[in-house]
């Protein structure tokens, strides 16, 4: 075989193979942004995090004390919580690990300190799971050899899971959901607090550098790090679920 064909035919190898690995991030990222996306019909847009009590206890009143807010919520809650536990499931379901999946999903439900919480968590795993379901992608639709979902499983289980599923990265996974989160935060505050669109956008700009922060630290952490500290924001969650006047959900 000549030279030229030789070199025609890894020219053309090289060319499918990125290609290939091209198209396996871009359907990744498409996944994501799938999963992040406002217009998931799971119902996120109907709880506020305590964050309409907030509103009501003038704890929260201005552009500058939202941004106060969101930035204490993620350096001593979704940075010790959330993530690093979203990191830990993500490696168990690619691990095929059905004991770790239950211990990180159970650990979860008993760091949520209030009934509202809990419930916004475990409906939004629900939510979650019968979206999955109707698209054939729960976990014991596809394979007997990948453990199903814990019952009653939480929304960062099963948003692990999809994850997974879809092909995205540990880290594209923490940044996605640490994004959403924010996002949800700021359409509440929009909603309930007289707070425009452009002051929300300088709080996106002001936290974005945050939310990388946050993915690094919460990468790092060993499992003895772990625990929320956020006794204001639990007692602004029980505080809403008797409140008088309000727009979300307990």
Not at 120 to 131: K, W
Not at 136 to 143: I, M, N, R
Not at 195 to 217: F, I, S
Request: net charge negative; aromatic share 6%; glycine share 8%.
């Amino acid at each position: 075989m000549s030279m030229a064909i030789i070199t025609t035919i890894m020219r053309v190898s090289m060319r499918t193979e990125s290609s290939g690995a091209g198209q396996g991030d871009d359907l990744a990222l498409l996944g994501l942004l799938q999963l992040v996306s406002p217009a998931l019909p799971i119902g996120a847009f109907a709880f506020s995090q305590g964050l309409e009590s907030a509103f009501e206890l003038g704890w929260v009143s201005d552009e500058a004390s939202l941004g106060a807010w969101l930035a204490g919520v993620l350096d001593d809650g979704l940075t010790r919580c959330e993530l690093p536990v979203l990191a830990r499931l993500h490696r168990a379901w690619a691990e095929a690990d059905g004991e770790a999946i239950v211990e990180w999903d159970t650990w979860l439900a008993a760091n949520r300190e209030t009934a509202e919480l809990a419930a916004e968590d475990s409906r939004l795993g629900a939510s979650l799971a019968r979206l999955l379901a109707s698209l054939a992608l729960l976990p014991d639709s596809l394979s007997r050899e990948t453990p199903a979902l814990p019952a009653g499983a939480g929304y960062v289980t099963v948003f692990a899971w999809t994850a997974h599923a879809r092909g995205i990265a540990v880290r594209q996974a923490l940044l996605g959901f640490a994004w959403s989160w924010l996002e949800n935060q700021l359409a509440v505050a929009c909603k309930a607090l007289p707070l425009g669109h452009t002051a929300a956008q300088r709080l996106v700009e002001r936290l974005r550098p945050a939310l990388v922060d946050a993915v690094d630290q919460a990468l790092a952490l060993e499992d003895d790090e772990l625990g929320p500290a956020l006794p204001g924001l639990a007692l602004a969650s029980a505080l809403h679920e008797t409140q008088y006047s309000r727009l979300f959900r307990s």
